[in-house]
Every structure is written in C-alpha cells, then in structure tokens.
C-alpha cells in the first residue's frame, strides 16, 4: 500500500530567503487557498534543485516509472 520515489544527483542550485519563502506560498495558495501560515515556519526555507544521477520507485509508481 505504500509507494515512495529515491531521487539521487547532484546539487544544481539552491535558493533561499524571499524566493523560497514566494514558492512556499505560491504552493500553499495552489493546495490550501491561502498564504503560508507564518506561525509553522521555524527554520529557513531551502529550495534545492537536483540533477538525478539514479531514481528508485518502489509501490503503484514501480510499474509506471519502471522501478523495483
């Protein structure tokens, strides 16, 4: 009953401060309607973006992204 996606790669780019803080919102408008409540932030928001080198999918996406 469970599915789960292992991306590995390499580090392209990171970005932080008001451009993370812009997708956390743009994300939470998108799923909630709403900005981003500024009280469950407690750490600096990161956003890492990966070259995948290896991608593991194990459950319901195995058979789609051809998996184990």
Not at 27 to 39: D, V
């Amino acid at each position: 009953p469970y599915t789960y996606v292992e991306v590995r790669g390499v580090v392209e780019s990171t970005e932080t401060g008001p451009a993370a803080r812009a997708h956390i919102d743009e994300l939470s408008w998108r799923y909630h309607g709403r900005a981003y409540q500024e009280r469950i932030i407690t750490s600096e928001r990161v956003i890492v973006r990966i070259r995948p080198t290896r991608v593991i999918a194990h459950g319901a996406l195995s058979e789609v992204e051809g998996g184990d």
